[in-house]
């Protein structure tokens, strides 16, 4: 019994370690920028296995220097309550229990659907593959605490919109604003801002048709919505905006 005792007690340091490598990584980002995120990693190896030269385009841009419609936009489409809530929105996620429940009666695998915050598709998107089970769920939940606990949420959003995908190989705002609308994302009007938080939820989609196999979204009539919504979010005053 003593081994059983000793492999267990490995475990548990193991998992705490990871922990603590996560929090020492987040600490950083709080004066760092983060040069990369687990999910452009594998976007990389995906299109590029060894290659030196790749089509991955990401470039950072300061959160004073994104146009304020954008971050309006894909508040809109991503996160609306944002600002407010302290990183999980609980009855989104009891929402999304209860389809996976349903989807296993009916001897579907659950996909784990809908109820994730802007923080929890960062802390995804920074550390974790994109597999779909509980246990990368319970660490996702796990990293979004660390991050609303180290970060501060204009920190937070900032990394977001830098790191987010926006099609294949683009990643960031930086590199989004210039690959759909040759500007800057600090130039971005209100349409544009609109039509690219539009694109969030399947980026690769509105990038390019071949990834729409899966029923195609709607993106105009997303657009609209978002444009119809965007005056009703209000951005902390943390920085001077731009319109």
């Not at 590029?48 to 894909?74: M, Q």
């Not at 979204?217 to 005053?237: C, H, S, T, V, W």
Request: hydrophobic content about 45%; aromatic content about 12%.
């Amino acid at each position: 019994m003593r081994w059983i005792a000793y492999l267990i007690k490995c475990l548990l340091f193991g998992i705490l370690a990871m922990q603590i490598y996560f929090a020492v990584q987040i600490a950083a980002w709080a004066f760092v920028d983060p040069s990369t995120t687990a999910f452009q990693r594998a976007e990389r190896w995906r299109l590029c296995t060894w290659h030196w030269s790749c089509p991955i385009e990401s470039r950072w841009v300061p959160y004073d220097a994104i146009s304020s419609s954008l971050k309006r936009a894909v508040l809109v489409s991503e996160d609306d309550i944002f600002f407010q809530h302290p990183g999980v929105r609980v009855s989104d996620m009891q929402k999304a229990w209860e389809k996976n429940q349903k989807q296993a009666k009916n001897k579907k695998a659950p996909v784990l659907r809908g109820g994730s915050t802007i923080t929890q598709q960062l802390g995804k998107n920074l550390f974790l593959s994109s597999e779909q089970h509980y246990v990368r769920k319970a660490q996702e939940l796990v990293i979004t605490g660390l991050l609303e606990l180290i970060l501060s949420k204009e920190r937070l959003f900032e990394i977001y919109l830098n790191s987010v995908e926006w099609g294949e190989g683009i990643f960031g705002v930086g590199a989004a604003a210039k690959h759909y609308f040759v500007t800057t994302p600090q130039q971005l009007d209100r349409e544009q801002a609109a039509s690219l938080a539009s694109a969030l939820p399947a980026p690769k989609c509105f990038d390019k048709a071949q990834y729409c196999r899966r029923g195609r979204i709607d993106y105009g009539a997303r657009q609209e919505f978002i444009l119809a919504n965007m005056d009703r979010i209000a951005l902390p005053k943390v920085a001077k905006q731009t319109k």
